[in-house]
Every structure is written in structure tokens, then in C-alpha cells.
């Protein structure tokens, strides 16, 4: 046991020194820290959500969580629009997708937006325990690309209606740290026409903190804006390639404007420091 410990010691100042002085180390060890700590943060909580499975507010342990892992890992975060979140109606809601951990972001909204459905990849469910619980809190899963993908999609639709949920979507579909957001898809789009439910734009700062080119992993400050809704009730499924281009130009100018700010603020902080 003695020898046990010295040797835990060593490999922990090995890895205390290499995550000071090396920003490569320090990239690699905080996305491991990421990825293990949100598997406990969701997995300890499944026997307790068992007693209501399938229920939006089964995520509220996992995301407390995973606050505190984000900001242990130096990430700080500022939610407006507050007053743009109207919980007596469902909404499909579209966020700018640019990393894995904007799996943080799902945690500062959810105990700010009532009843709560994320929809991700199939992949994600197979990958117990996190697939487990995200399975038991009411998440969405879909095979992209296939057919099968647009009708549970459409199958979201009277959720949204009648049961009010805030349905959470990224329609870029695909994760990128660029500054123009991808091409949005249409799926989200027809369940909230055919839903009669308003778009809930939620647009992210820029990370400007990460950069996965450069291996940098550091600690910064990001805005998360909850925008006014797009309503869509008076609309036919042929107005969704203009309500696309509203949804997307409108995003895409909060994004470009409060990521403005924010690397401001660090340029700032950089020359004081």
C-alpha cells in the first residue's frame, strides 16, 4: 500500500507539472477531466431516476454536476434573455453547435427552461452509463442521415404541442469552433410548423478559449443569449426556407456580436495581465 501511494504521488505532481507548464498536457487532462467527470456526474444519479424514468427533471442532478465541473475546469458563464423564456408553451429550441462540451451549455439551461427534450445522436445511447441516463431524463435519439431521423422528429411535434416541451436541438449538426454558423437543417423546422410551436433561438459565444487545432484548452468566459421567439404559427411547411434564413441570419448576428464582446473582454484581461 505504501509503495501504492508514492507511486499515485509521483504520477499526480507528474501530471500537477505537465498540465503548469505544457498547454498541450493542459489539453488533453482538462478534456479527460471533461469526459469522466460528466460520465459520474450522470451516471450516480440513474437509481434515482428510476423512480420516474423518461422524466425531463431527471437532469436537473447531472446538470447541477456538471456546473461545478465546468467551472472547476475554468469556465465561466453569463445566460441573458432570461425574459425571452416563456414556460407555458412548448418551443423548438436552436443552439449554435461548436464542441463536445457544449454539453455545458445544456446544463445552464436546463433548470432555466421548464420540461426539457434534447435530441442527439444514436451513437450517444449506446455509451453506458452517460446513454443510460440521458436515456432516463426523456432524450431523443436519432439515426442521422436516414429516413427513420425525420419521423421521430415529426413524432416530437405533439410533445412540443400538448405536452409543452422545450425541444432542444443543434441544426448545424455538426460541431465546429468557425465563425460563421453551418448551414442549418430542416428537421427542427418542420416539427415547429407542424407544431404551430415558436423557434427559441439560444446562440453561444464563440469559444475562444479552445482551439482543437492548436491543442489550447483554457479558461474563458462565455455568453450564452437566449433571443426572442420566432413564431410560427401562421406558417405552411413552404415558408420554412425563409424561416430558415430569418432563423439563421438572426443567429448568426448574436453570434458574431456578443463573440466581438467577449474576446474584447479577453484582450483586455490579457493586457492586464
Avoid at 52 to 62: V, W
Avoid at 157 to 185: C, I, N, Q, W, Y
Avoid at 238 to 252: F, K
Amino acid at each position: 500500500m505504501a509503495a501504492f501511494n508514492v507511486v499515485l504521488g509521483c504520477v499526480m505532481a507528474l501530471l500537477i507539472i505537465l498540465f503548469t507548464i505544457s498547454s498541450i498536457a493542459r489539453y488533453y487532462i482538462k478534456f479527460i477531466l471533461f469526459i469522466v467527470l460528466s460520465l459520474l456526474s450522470a451516471s450516480l444519479p440513474i437509481p434515482l431516476m428510476l423512480i420516474r424514468p423518461f422524466d425531463p427533471r431527471n437532469a436537473l442532478i447531472p446538470a447541477a454536476l456538471s456546473r461545478l465541473t465546468s467551472r472547476m475546469l475554468g469556465i465561466r458563464w453569463t445566460v441573458r434573455g432570461l425574459e425571452n423564456v416563456d414556460d407555458t408553451r412548448g418551443a423548438v429550441v436552436l443552439l449554435n453547435h461548436q464542441s463536445s462540451i457544449d454539453l455545458f451549455v445544456l446544463s445552464e439551461l436546463w433548470p432555466l427552461m421548464s420540461r426539457c427534450t434534447v435530441v442527439s445522436k444514436r451513437e450517444l445511447q449506446y455509451l453506458a452509463p452517460f446513454g443510460t441516463a440521458a436515456w432516463l431524463w426523456g432524450t431523443v435519439f436519432i439515426d442521422r442521415g436516414a429516413r427513420s431521423a425525420q419521423t421521430v422528429l415529426n413524432q416530437q411535434s405533439l410533445a412540443v404541442k400538448e405536452h409543452k416541451r422545450k425541444l432542444l436541438l443543434f441544426p448545424e449538426g455538426t460541431r465546429h469552433l468557425g465563425d460563421k454558423l453551418l448551414p442549418f437543417r430542416k428537421g427542427a423546422f418542420h416539427v415547429a410548423v407542424d407544431a404551430r410551436a415558436p423557434i427559441q433561438p439560444v446562440v453561444v459565444s464563440k469559444y475562444h478559449f479552445l482551439d482543437d487545432k492548436r491543442l489550447r484548452f483554457g479558461s474563458g468566459e462565455v455568453v450564452i443569449t437566449i433571443l426572442p421567439k420566432i413564431e410560427t404559427e401562421n406558417l405552411s411547411k413552404d415558408d420554412i426556407p425563409a424561416l430558415i434564413e430569418t432563423t439563421q441570419m438572426t443567429m448568426q448576428e448574436a453570434f458574431t456580436r456578443v463573440s466581438a464582446e467577449t474576446k474584447s473582454r479577453l484582450v483586455m484581461q490579457q493586457k492586464h495581465d
